[in-house]
């Protein structure tokens, strides 16, 4: 694809679209959604051509094997990267403009194109106040997580990181139900008190290679740069020894991304937040910008800080496990369907980060496949549940009932979206599961025993709500309700074509994630090697 | 930091090159005579021909600054005989106290009319505590700058006042005086306690004799101490801000849009060439108490905002934990040029978006009581949603997230404290700044909140002028440049910085 500055493209295009529609009187709804579909499928058009470059051509850089120093020796950089752009940005300080897609983001940057695209479709034009700015936001929005994919410059990362939250402010502030003021609220200091710790780990980041002469924030430059052993530090202002800076700053990395995800437990504002949002910014909510935690944690928490996340791997796996137990305890609890998918969520996102924390090629892989099945699953749940709240005027799953015989289509589409979520065989609910579960295993078996135990809760639950909303007999609120309209089903019938799809075909996804897993997991296996502290735990380590 | 030397007294006579140096002062202090006389021959009704004056006379001062910034070159130079420096910092920092100074003209003769105010010297006085200010970030001399405070606090203490008929105003000149006076005389006796054990008024050669290797002389640690006090009143940092809230609340909210920027950014210009260059031999004795008042400011300003119910009064403590982080880049300025540059660029940041804030404030605030009660906020994006639009865009700023200009002050006053190995000063400014969020996005969610049917509208917002609203636009603009152009201003405050102490070779 030549020079051609692709990746500025796509991180420009919805920015720029955002703008031009500025220029739509607030009148034409029409014209201000048309171009706001229009703005969208070009970006779901260009990143699916860069998808499919990552596919098909060889990166640029990467360790092609061998112990890491020996690469870096010959100058390869650690991480193999596609359409790379690199300009100075900020030189004082060493901060640059530097983009790159790899095998982790090549997917994720698909979903996030996918998921804006089915939100900016299922923008109601008539209902929805100042229309104008609610599309300009969410394109906004989608700019900022597409920078966060491809940016490998960290000041930049944090930058798209945070600003993410200034449009995503305004949308859930303004709109959604009554309670959103609290919820949102809830969420940004959330998510404002794990990013400012991570700022300061990324400004210690950069002082420690200052310190070696590199005057840098570039994530391939810091991989280059090893932290210096350092001995334990104090607490400030105590003088008890704890941990090191490098594991400090690995905590402030790990809350951050913990927080967006969420692990247990920092999920706290989930429900909340979830039950409040408008379904359009629900769709790219919980089906990208919660990824991006994970996405994080891949990217930069394990590669950056590789021996503290060996260390700390006890615990991190044991937290994912609570997640995916304690996520489907909650679903079964709940009779707001909102709030179940919501939970649902909170498991299912445990299930990536055991897939990551296990620190191995499986898991990995495993993770970046339920990324995107996550992220396929919970735009369909969340638009259903949505449809159905609008036909049914409630979101008590006790007071709805047999919508199988006025509602065969939704039932289909419902049924196989629900059979995605429990992990059938066949779809890439599968796929996804199985893989994460192998690495789990690899790791200590009995997590993959427990997480086992999550995906029999999760055929509980789903098949609940499923057939909850489904099945016996027509409750009054359900007697009248309407099948999906034409439109409607345009929008969730490719969505479970592509669950069945890639359930029976998986290569397109594993193709590419496996170009780079390896780079990562080789980056994250170097804090193995120079591990000399003794693990917390006897299995950690073991197994290799 | 520049190097300390000797530097001979000049004898002969001031000439044409001492003028050069002060020139924006020169234009400003002629443009406050002149205003003051053409309010005598001006008819009352025609009184926005003395705003256009005034701004034209700034918009002259401003030019002569960014002339002076290049013709003054990197070192720069004293003049006078020493005691007022021609440099780039004197002219960085002229540039933000004019262009404060500019704003407040823009948004006040609409504010004025409707308040009743619209009398003439208010531009003058305004004029003359720009001077005090321009003259402030200049001063080399502990006379010139206790003149300069002097010049620009007696000027506040009226515009505080400057409703007459109200109780809240008069009782915050009141307050501002006594209070102020106070803290005057604890800066004199500061200097005094200075000029004492080193002999000099200016900074260059106190510097010099700080830096003699000799006994610590614990009356010249006093003294230092004692000016801090000072200073740290005037930019309104805990535990010395008892007055802000009052004040704030009470004067007109034009001039507080103007006390609480041009006032704080002149006086921590002339700290840090104080503190951070004339005394930075004593960098081991005061830095200590910096960093104290520092943690202070951030903790008390926060938490105290957090319990707010009035718009001014919640700015009023944000200022206060906004001047405690800027003293981290004073407190580690010494051992790190990045706190200086940090400072600077903070100041910058501040000045822009704080002033964005409060001539939101003004711009909102309609005939009888100003607009004050988080309550008269509420509903405001449904009625004036371009207003409210930049007010949550300003708070937003304020709290330091990125693409606004906030964010970048913040993350380079924590760099540098991080860069002078101080993390656990950096940890309280992240944890502070944590909180800072909810009080911040409280507000700004109020202005989203829709009214109950039948309920009425909470306050009369004016319609909002072509000048008000230019003033709220241009603000935002700059809150999102030096956000986003960040390279450029950061080589600007670089350069700044580069003379902090000129004449001392």
Known sequence: ??????????????????????????????????????????????????????????????????????????????????????????????????????????????????????????????????????????????????????????????????????????LLAFYGNENRGRATLKFVIYTVAGSLLMLLAIIYLHFQALNQGVNTFDLETLLQTPLAQQSAVPLPFSSVPTLTPQMWAFLAFAVAFAIKLPMVPFHTWLPDLYESAPAPVLVFFAGVVSKLGAYGFIRFGITLFSHPAHQLQPLLV?????????????????????????????????????????????????????????GIIIVGLFLIADWVEARTGTRDIREMAGMERRTPWLYAMFLVITLAALGLPGTLGFVGELTTMLGAFQYFWLLAVLAGVGVVLASWYMLRLHQGLMHEAPTPRTEKVRDLRLREGLVLAPLAALLIFLGVYPHPIGAVTSQSVPAVVRLADAGQVTAHDVPLSHTSGAQR | MSMIAGLPLATATPGGGDLVGLLPEVIVAVGFVALMLMDLVVPPSRRSWLAGATAAVLAGAFAMSVWGWFDAGPAGRTVYFGAVAYDRLSAFVNCVVLVSSLVTVMISPGYLNRRGLHHGEYYALLLAATVG????????????????????????????????????????????????SFASAFMLFGMALVYGETGHTQLAQIALAMSHPGPLDPLLVGGVILMF?????????????????????????????????????AAFAVLIRVFDDAFASYYAHWSSVVIAVAIISMVVGNLAALTQTSVKRMLAYSGIAQAGYILIGVAVGVAVPLGVQGALYYLAAYAVTNIGAFAVVTVMSGHGEDLDSYDHLRGLWFRRPYV???????????GGFPVTAGF?????????????????????????????????????????????????????????????????AATAAGTLILGTAVPLLLTVVQLAQAGTLPGAT
């Not at chain 1, 300009?136 to 989608?142: A, N, P, S, V």
């Not at chain 1, 990536?352 to 339920?370: C, E, K, P, T, V």
């Not at chain 2, 409210?388 to 304020?398: D, E, K, M, P, V």
Request: hydrophobic share 55%; with cysteine; glycine share 8%.
């Open chain 2, 133 to 180: 200010m321009m003259l402030l970030d200049a001063a080399t001399s502990l006379m010139v700058i206790f003149l300069a405070i002097e010049l620009l606090s007696i000027s506040l203490y009226i515009l505080s006042g400057f409703a007459r008929d109200e109780e809240r105003s008069q009782e915050a000149a009141i307050k501002y005086l006594l209070l102020g």
């Open chain 2, 388 to 398: 409210a639009a930049a007010l949550g865009f300003f708070l937003l700023s304020l």
């Open chain 1, 1 to 170: 694809m030549g020079s051609f500055p692709w990746l500025t493209v796509i991180l420009l295009l919805p920015a720029a679209g955002a703008v031009v529609l500025q220029l739509i009187p607030g009148r034409r709804t029409d014209a201000i959604k048309g171009w706001t579909v229009a703005v969208v499928v070009a970006e779901a058009v260009l990143v699916g051509m860069v998808v499919f470059n990552v596919a098909t051509t060889p990166a640029q850089g990467g360790c092609p094997g061998g112990p890491y120093a020996r690469c870096a020796a010959i100058g390869l950089l650690p991480l193999p990267m596609h359409l790379q752009e690199q300009a100075p940005w900020i030189t004082a300080i060493g901060a640059s403009y530097h983009l790159g897609v790899d095998g982790v983001s090549a997917w994720i940057l698909a979903l996030n194109a996918g998921v804006f695209l089915v939100a900016a479709l299922v923008v109601p034009r008539l209902t929805t106040e100042r229309l104008k700015l609610f599309c300009g936001l969410m394109l906004l929005t989608e700019t900022a997580t597409t920078g966060v994919l491809v940016s490998l410059d960290l000041l930049l990362f944090y930058l798209f990181w945070e600003g993410m939250l200034i449009p995503l402010y305004f």
């Open chain 1, 318 to 374: 044991a937290l994912a496990v609570l997640g995916i137990l304690y996520g489907a305890v909650m679903v079964l609890s709940q009779t707001d369907i909102k709030r179940m998918v919501a939970y649902a969520s909170v498991s299912h996102m445990s299930f990536i980060a055991l897939g990551i924390f296990s620190l191995d090629q499986n898991g990995i892989n495993g993770a970046l496949i339920q990324i995107v099945n996550h």
């Open chain 2, 229 to 265: 006090v000072g200073f740290a009143f005037k930019v309104s940092a805990a535990p010395f801000h008892f007055w802000t809230p009052d004040v704030y609340q009470g004067a007109p909210v034009a001039v507080t849009t103007f006390m609480s920027v041009a006032t704080k950014v």
């Open chain 2, 408 to 472: 970048f002050g913040k993350f380079l006053v924590f760099a540098a404290a991080i860069a002078a190995h101080n993390v656990a000063l950096a940890i309280w400014g992240i944890g502070t700044s944590a909180v800072s969020i909810f009080y911040y996005l409280r507000v700004a969610l109020l202005m989203f909140q829709r009214r109950e049917e039948g309920e009425e509208q909470p306050y009369a917002w004016p319609r909002t002028s072509l000048l008000g609203g230019g003033a709220v």
